[in-house]
C-alpha cells in the first residue's frame, strides 16, 4: 500500500516527478502482480508516461492491457497519434506511418482520426507520392474544423499535388482557397500567390499573372 500511494503521490505531484513515479509504478506491478491495484497502477503509469512525453513506452504499456475498456481505448488512439508526431519529427516516416495508421483505425474521437489523416498525407507527400497525399488531405477536409490551422495548410497542401501532377487549374483553385482564408502575410502566402501566378502564366492569362 505504502509503494503504491507513493507512485500516486509523485504523479500528482506532476512536473519534474514523472519519470520516479513511473520507476515506483512499474516497480510496484513487477512486486504485485495480483494486487487489486494492479490495474490502477497500470493507468497511472500510462497516464505519468503520457505526461511526460514517453509515447512509445505509454503505448506500449496500453497494448498490454487486456479488455480495454472506451477510455483506454480513447487513450490509445490519442497516444498513437502523438508517437506518430514524435516520430515523424525524428524522420522515421515508417513508424509515424504505423502509429497514424492505428489512430486513424480507431474512431474513439473524431479530431485524432482526422489530424491522422492529414500526417498521413504529409507522409505520402514526402514519399513523392502526390496521389496518395491527396486522397490523405481530401479525407482530412472533410472532417477538419473549418479555419483550423491544419485545415488551411491541407489545402495549401492540395495545391501541391495537383501542382506536382499537372493539374494546373486544379492547383490553382486550392492555392486560391488558402488565399482566401488565410490572410496571414508569410512566406506560405507568398508561395502560393506564386503558384497562382504560375498557373495564368501557363494558361497565357498574362494580365493576371503579373497582377
Given at each position: 500500500?505504502?509503494?503504491?500511494?507513493?507512485?500516486?503521490l509523485l504523479?500528482e505531484?506532476?512536473?519534474?516527478?514523472?519519470?520516479?513515479?513511473?520507476?515506483?509504478?512499474?516497480?510496484?506491478?513487477?512486486?504485485?502482480p495480483?494486487?487489486?491495484?494492479?490495474?490502477?497502477?497500470?493507468?497511472?503509469?500510462?497516464?505519468?508516461y503520457?505526461n511526460?512525453?514517453?509515447?512509445?513506452?505509454?503505448?506500449?504499456?496500453?497494448?498490454?492491457?487486456?479488455?480495454?475498456?472506451?477510455?483506454?481505448?480513447?487513450?490509445?488512439?490519442?497516444?498513437?497519434?502523438?508517437?506518430?508526431?514524435?516520430?515523424?519529427?525524428?524522420?522515421?516516416?515508417?513508424?509515424?506511418?504505423?502509429?497514424?495508421?492505428?489512430?486513424?483505425?480507431?474512431?474513439s474521437?473524431?479530431?485524432?482520426?482526422?489530424?491522422?489523416?492529414?500526417?498521413?498525407?504529409?507522409?505520402?507527400?514526402?514519399r513523392?507520392?502526390?496521389?496518395?497525399?491527396?486522397q490523405?488531405?481530401r479525407?482530412?477536409?472533410t472532417?477538419?474544423?473549418?479555419?483550423?490551422?491544419?485545415?488551411?495548410?491541407?489545402?495549401?497542401n492540395?495545391?501541391?499535388?495537383?501542382?506536382?501532377?499537372?493539374?494546373?487549374?486544379?492547383?490553382?483553385?486550392?492555392?486560391l482557397?488558402?488565399l482566401?482564408?488565410?490572410?496571414?502575410?508569410?512566406?506560405?502566402r507568398?508561395?502560393?500567390?506564386n503558384?497562382?501566378?504560375?498557373?495564368?502564366?501557363?494558361?497565357?492569362?498574362?494580365?493576371?499573372?503579373?497582377k
Open positions: 500500500d505504502a509503494l503504491f500511494n507513493y507512485g500516486k504523479y505531484q506532476g512536473g519534474g516527478h514523472f519519470n520516479e513515479a513511473i520507476n515506483v509504478l512499474k516497480r510496484y506491478m513487477a512486486l504485485y495480483s494486487s487489486a491495484r494492479f490495474s490502477d497502477a497500470r493507468k497511472l503509469l500510462i497516464a505519468a503520457y511526460s512525453h514517453n509515447y512509445a513506452d505509454a503505448y506500449d504499456a496500453l497494448k498490454s492491457m487486456p479488455n480495454p475498456d472506451g477510455d483506454a481505448l480513447l487513450a490509445l488512439q490519442k497516444i498513437a497519434y502523438f508517437n506518430g508526431l514524435q516520430s515523424y519529427s525524428q524522420g522515421e516516416l515508417d513508424t509515424a506511418e504505423a502509429s497514424f495508421q492505428e489512430s486513424l483505425s480507431s474512431s474521437n473524431a479530431k485524432y482520426s482526422a489530424l491522422a489523416s492529414f500526417w498521413l498525407g504529409e507522409i505520402a507527400y514526402a513523392g507520392d502526390s496521389r496518395s497525399a491527396l490523405r488531405y479525407n482530412f477536409l472532417r477538419a474544423p473549418r479555419g483550423s490551422e491544419e485545415a488551411l495548410m491541407a489545402q495549401y492540395v495545391g501541391y499535388c495537383h501542382f506536382n501532377n499537372e493539374e494546373l487549374e486544379d492547383a490553382g483553385e486550392a492555392f482557397k488558402f482566401n482564408s488565410r490572410s496571414r502575410r508569410d512566406s506560405f507568398a508561395d502560393a500567390l503558384r497562382v501566378g504560375d498557373v495564368h502564366y501557363s494558361s497565357r492569362r498574362f494580365d493576371a499573372a503579373i
